[in-house]
């Protein structure tokens, strides 16, 4: 990754730390330890307000680089390597932890839970893995043009879908469509938008800070909504809220860090993993430690759901047991689409 791409790295270290922090406290919540409810409620709405948003947007921003890369069959059996395989594997496994310290998590669960749940993406945060793959075999399916005014058409078509998806049929394949697309579409048709901003990077992002406080404090306490109330705001705030944390990643990785750069590009397998790590971490704390203030649990549950698969990726690549999170060689769609394809030229 060059230096004028720093920037994705930083906003995926915001992203996953945004998210396992929200993880964290949903958990605690969940375990039913003392937490105040009006600050929590108000934190949770203004992070899950953008922060999967945001994965999608990036995940839009090299659609085309990739599709120009892979070709549209190719770009799909590389999905299948790099998302459907974590997401199976990390579904049977965090699930059969789950079977296994159910009663030590108060949540009883079966091997029937996991595998029925598995089908349709429910698992937990894992359903993310199941909608971006779908979003890019929909943006495959799509994109049959790359002319602006066509991303365009496709963009406001997501909007108006986003915007009015209460009304549209209501399953969880089609729910992941019409929440997250519009995003996606959204980095299809801003992939020149960062150099705009890198132009003008301290009006862009003093501005779009000013936007993202105003904007958030109207959102919540003016017109009292949250991120589960859909339509025109919450898209608005959505969009803000992006803008804010591409204009605050592209200025300040002008000094890389090579902490932010880590977590940052090791944003899938933290997400993978990061379930495990603060689960265990707030048994320890309820169970050894007899630990049950807020405070303490949020702190050490997100450092551990960020550091600990930090650790346990550098413990795999020095076993080379990587086939936890990397598709082995062997059963690899991409290199057997490889071998189909060369085998079909005279």
């Known amino acids: ?48 307000a953008f922060h999967i948003p945001l994965f999608f947007f990036l995940s839009g921003l090299y659609f085309f680089r990739s599709l120009e890369k892979y070709g549209s069959v190719g770009l799909l059996v590389n999905k299948i390597d790099a998302i459907i395989y974590p997401y199976l594997v990390w579904s049977i496994l965090q ?19 996991v595998f029925s749940s598995m089908l349709w993406g429910t698992k937990t945060h894992l359903w993310f893995l199941y909608a971006l793959f779908f979003i890019f075999f929909l943006a495959i399916l799509l994109y049959r043009k790359r002319s602006k005014p066509y991303c365009f058409i496709v963009l406001s078509i997501a909007c108006v879908v986003f915007v009015h998806q209460d009304y549209l049929p209501k399953t969880i394949f089609l729910k992941y469509i019409f929440s997250y697309f519009v995003f996606f579409a959204l980095g299809v048709f801003c992939k020149e938008f960062r150099n705009i901003i890198e132009a003008h990077l301290y009006r862009w992002t003093i501005l779009s800070f000013v936007f993202f406080l105003s904007y958030q404090y109207i959102y919540h306490n003016i017109l009292h909504l949250t991120y589960t109330d859909i339509g025109i705001p919450l898209l608005v705030l959505s969009v803000i809220s992006i803008l804010f944390i ?6 300040i990785c002008r000094k890389p860090s090579k902490i932010i750069l880590l977590i940052g590009s090791n944003s899938m397998t933290i997400y993978l993993m990061h379930v495990l790590s603060y689960s265990g971490a707030r048994i320890v704390l309820c169970n050894l430690f007899k630990i049950r203030n ?6 050490v549950g997100t450092l551990a759901g960020v550091i600990a698969p930090l650790v346990a990726v550098y ?12 598709m ?19």
């Open 1 to 48: 990754m060059n230096n004028r791409d720093l920037w994705v790295d930083y906003s995926k270290a915001i992203g996953i730390v945004l998210v396992v922090y929200g993880h964290v406290a949903h958990g605690i919540c969940k375990a039913g330890l003392p937490v105040d409810m009006k600050s929590y409620l108000l934190i949770d709405s203004v992070i899950y």
């Open 95 to 113: 699930g059969s932890v789950e079977v296994v310290f159910s009663k030590l998590t108060h949540h009883p669960v079966t091997f029937s839970d």
């Open 246 to 251: 591409i204009s605050f990643s592209s200025l």
């Open 294 to 299: 807020f405070s303490v649990h949020v702190v």
């Open 315 to 326: 413990l795999f690549r020095l076993l080379r047991i990587n086939f936890l999170y990397i």
């Open 328 to 346: 082995p060689r062997l059963l690899s769609a991409e290199v057997f689409y490889k071998k189909i394809s060369h085998a079909k030229l005279p």
